[in-house]
Structures are given as C-alpha cells and as structure tokens.
C-alpha cells in the first residue's frame, strides 16, 4: 500500500504564494494528518527553508516538524503519519538522505502506508534515480539510486520547446531521449501546476497543468487534468 501525492512546483505564475495553486489537493491529502515530517535537505539552509514551509502549513491548518532537528531521526520516521520531501537542488537532497542514513527507513515506512508529499526534488527522488533531474550536481552523492516509489522516471518542472524560440540548445525533450538511448525507462516530464496522486495501483493527473510521457520506443503521449495514468506503475 503506498500514498502518494507528487507536486511539479511549490509555486506557479499566477498564484501569489508557496502551494497557492494547490492548496485544496493538499489538504485533501493531508486529511486528518497529527504528525507531518518535513525532509528540507535540499535546501542549503534547511532552518530557513522549514521557516518557510511552517508558515504555510500553518495556513493550511497543520504543524509540520523537521527531520534536521530531531535527535533520533528514525524514530521521527516511524512516528510521522506524513512524509513531506521538499524541493531545492536533487544532489543536495539525495546526498543528505544518504548521509542521515534515512533513506531505506523512509522507503520502507511509505511502503508501508505512510502518505509521502513530494515537491520537485522531493518528487524527482519518488523515481527509481535522480537522473532525470534538471538541477546541478553541486555534491557527489554516494549513488543516484533514490526511493523507487514509482516505477517511472519524474522530470518536474518540464516545459516544452518553444515554436519561435532562437535557442539552439538542447531542449529538455532532447534531454529526456538522451536518457532513454541509455536507460530503458518510461519518464513523465510534469508540467509546474502538474500534480500526481497514486494510491495502491492507481495514478491520477490532477492540478492545474498537464504532462508528457516520454515512452523508451519514442513514443510521446500528452495527458491532460483528471487523466488516470494507472498503466504507468
């Protein structure tokens, strides 16, 4: 059993605030949550960062604690109903969990039955490995291995190539099938407003945006708002 809610962005053009766009699909997921841990390792200074995300939630209507303020990390893990990943820079993220030694702990208790909310970084480590980041590997991380939630690579943040655009640089598609000639591996470029919920072995496309899925044959497919994507897991 897994519970899983996968956010592209924190923030979208138009929405004046962090979670603004999606605000009802989050707590609607949150539900009755009493203890959510907060995973702010990709961010540099994670006691800004949590200053942030305490502000929001208690907008929300919910307290959030952070894993880098505990003294026994695993036991937060273990006492958390929900696990909230953030965004920030995906080497940086995967890197700590490594360090902290909580990544296995983590897998195993959303595994489990725990709700896992992911934001970009914290979405792109649901896949198998963070080799379809967008970020710069500022730190080494011991593997890129991440936590395997889904069977499917994430691209957050995806954006499509631009018709008039005078760029002449790879585009993130291109990006995306230099990956695939290596790794036979369906990814899901989400769009930033793009949400996804799984519950067991079912997948919905939900928030305000769309995304592509990048098929190792080539094939590309659009989906839409309110499309399930169940075949992807």
């Known amino acids: 059993m897994k519970d899983l809610l996968l956010l592209s962005s924190s923030r979208v053009y138009g929405y004046d605030g962090f979670l603004k766009y999606c605000e009802e699909q989050v707590k609607a997921f949150l539900s009755n949550a009493q203890n959510i841990l907060f995973v702010p390792y990709a961010i540099y200074d994670m006691d800004f960062y949590t200053g942030i995300y305490d502000e929001v939630f208690q907008r929300l209507g919910y307290k959030i604690k952070s894993i880098h303020r505990e003294s026994d990390r695993q036991q937060a893990i273990k006492d958390a109903d929900v696990i909230f990943v953030g965004g920030g820079n995906t080497f940086l993220l995967l890197n700590r969990l490594y360090e902290a ?26 896949s198998p490995t963070i080799c379809t980041t967008n970020d710069m590997p500022i730190v080494y991380p011991p593997s890129f291995t991440s936590l395997s939630l889904v069977p499917f690579q994430i691209n957050p943040h995806y954006v499509d190539p631009e018709a008039n655009s005078t760029h002449k640089g790879e585009t993130r598609a291109d990006r995306i099938k230099g990956y695939q000639e290596l790794n036979k591996v369906p990814v899901l470029g989400m769009r930033e407003g793009a949400i996804l919920h799984i519950e067991d072995d079912q997948c919905q496309l939900l928030g305000i945006a769309g995304a592509k899925l990048f098929s190792p044959d080539g094939k590309i497919t659009d989906f839409e708002i309110n499309q399930d994507l169940s075949s992807l897991l």
Request: charged share 20%.
């Open 101 to 126: 030694n909580v990544l296995p702990s983590i897998k195993e208790r959303v595994m489990s039955g725990r709700k896992y909310l992911g934001i970009s970084a914290g979405s792109n480590i649901a």
